[in-house]
């Protein structure tokens, strides 16, 4: 099993909010992200910039980490229309179910 972390905690204190999209690979501390699956959360209004989901994938595998679950920001359910499934090098998941997405991020919490 591969260990679990926030893209908040593993990236620079000073960027201007990468981590958060998980778009740009030079926020992130690589010592501290390899091997690791890294929990991305997005705000649901971004999710319809283009590519969103493939580029999130693509800086995860740019920074060596194991794998990628991504998940709204919100306490909310994002309204998002039904997206085709993709290809990705790295394993990956989506979970926009905010009471799904509230589990995974509290169970890491509480292992940390």
Do not use: W
């Amino acid at each position: 099993m591969y260990p679990l972390a926030l893209a908040d905690d593993v990236s620079n204190t000073n960027s201007t909010g990468g981590s958060s999209n998980c778009q740009d690979p030079d926020v992130f501390i690589r010592s501290l992200v390899q091997g690791k699956v890294i929990i991305c959360m997005f705000v649901s209004s971004n999710y319809y910039e283009g590519d969103f989901l493939a580029g999130i994938v693509d800086t995860i595998q740019k920074i060596g980490a194991a794998g990628v679950i991504i998940t709204d920001r919100s306490s909310s359910d994002s309204d998002i229309e039904y997206h085709p499934t993709f290809p990705t090098s790295i394993p990956s998941a989506i979970v926009v179910n905010s009471a799904d997405a509230q589990v995974i991020v509290e169970t890491f919490l509480q292992t940390k």
